[in-house]
């Protein structure tokens, strides 16, 4: 079993080789976590090497092997637009999966229907730098006040924007002046809450 600080430690480990395709140094280890010696990173990952979660791959380098970052990877269901409620999910055929790694988005525990994408459409949220066309990786949990969410307004409309309460009422807001606050008559539904953004550059 993993102390919290050695799951930390492997989680930027499991990150770096995902993003990088190399594991972080020592140093690297050091900074992240504010260790006060190199040792520190030295010995987290010789404790982590004796639980057989980490090896060194060239004689120096501590990571994982490839097929161990790949196996940690959720297949996040993207769809093309708003799934209206969990069953409309669960019937619904994605549009692709990505593989991520659930731990970059601060998610611990990724069940399906649970952690999903969705493209975006428009530009009703540019000021939270979120494009048309980037992929918002949402969570299903209890929002709160400021969270950007997938909602379901009076079970008819769906769409993307960050929660706000003014006089105690629920009000979906844009980040896009353009676009005016919208109230709910009767009923807001959160599908999902926004803990991510994933951005597509064209070569």
């Not at 490839?66 to 269901?77: A, I, K, W, Y």
Request: aromatic fraction near 6%; include cysteine.
């Amino acid at each position: 079993m993993l102390t919290e600080r050695q799951q930390a430690v492997l989680d930027f480990i499991r990150t770096s080789q995902q993003t990088r395709g190399v594991p972080p140094s020592t140093r690297e280890i050091q900074r992240k976590f504010g260790f006060k010696a190199q040792n520190a990173a030295f010995c987290h990952l010789r404790a982590l090497a004796a639980k057989g979660m980490v090896t060194q791959l060239d004689g120096r380098t501590w990571g994982l092997r490839v097929s161990e970052v790949q196996s940690h990877l959720f297949d996040l269901p993207v769809f093309g637009s708003i799934p209206a409620g969990l069953p409309a999910m669960e019937e619904q055929t994605p549009d692709e999966r990505i593989g991520v790694d659930p731990a970059v988005f601060g998610v611990r525990q990724a069940r399906p229907h649970h952690f999903w994408a969705l493209r975006v459409r428009g530009d009703s949220m540019i000021d939270a730098h979120i494009l048309d066309g980037d992929v918002v990786a949402l969570e299903r949990r209890e929002p709160r006040a400021g969270d950007i969410i997938a909602a379901l307004v009076d079970e008819t409309t769906t769409t993307l924007k960050r929660l706000v309460y003014e006089q105690g009422r629920a009000i979906l807001r844009a980040e896009n002046r353009r676009y005016a606050d919208i109230i709910p008559d009767q009923r807001l539904e959160s599908q999902g809450v926004v803990v991510g953004v994933i951005r597509r550059v064209a070569a």
